[in-house]
């Protein structure tokens, strides 16, 4: 891994621990809410088995998990596009894709994920186009984010979702969410105890 995107990460990792351990009072909206380093390695191996070149994130925040993706994805030429509502947020994660020097693989947009991703299932013409999607943001609109990502997703394309086991307080909407997937024939899926737990699923038709 290149020295500057490894360099990142750890820097990334440590504030991730600073506020796990709650040893500083971190404001809600400042804090990353990051995958874990295991998710992260998880993340770059898939997109890696998979050869991906376009891939979605829903939820940038610091830009840690991206940061996996890209390095990932970056071997590919591919892009990312990720979608975050704080603007300080993106100012941190542009910072962090810039000393990275992995800025020239991803695109930010921003705003809240549902009118985005509305959006984007306009202009992407070739509804099959996302070949790697990471579901990381709020909740509420979880389910609807999945049905508006699947129509985007190439046949054999992976869909993520974080946070299916951790912290609890999501345990009820994600099993929803992981009941609705289960229901759809277009889809196989599994949760997966990595990290937070990461709901894998792919597009089989
Ligand atoms: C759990 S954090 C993402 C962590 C990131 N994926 C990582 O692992 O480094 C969720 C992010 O989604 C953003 N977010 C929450 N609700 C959103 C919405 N409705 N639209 C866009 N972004 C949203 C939050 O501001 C926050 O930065």
Redesign the pocket.
Known sequence: MREAISNILEKLEEQSSLEKTRKVDIPQQDR????TKETGELLNMILRLKNAKNML?V????????IWCAEAISENSGKIIT????PD?IKRANDNFQKAEIADNIIIKEG???NILKKLNIKVKNQNFFDFV?I???KE?IIEYFDLILPMVAIGGVIITDNMLYPEKYRQEMKKLSNHIKKNPKVRTTTSPVGNGEEITIKIK
């Not at 990353?32 to 995958?35: N, Q, T």
């Open positions: 990353m809410l990051a995958i994130e939820g940038t925040s610091a830009g840690y998990s991206t979608i975050e509502q704080n947020k809240a994920a549902i990471l990381d943001a709020d609109n």
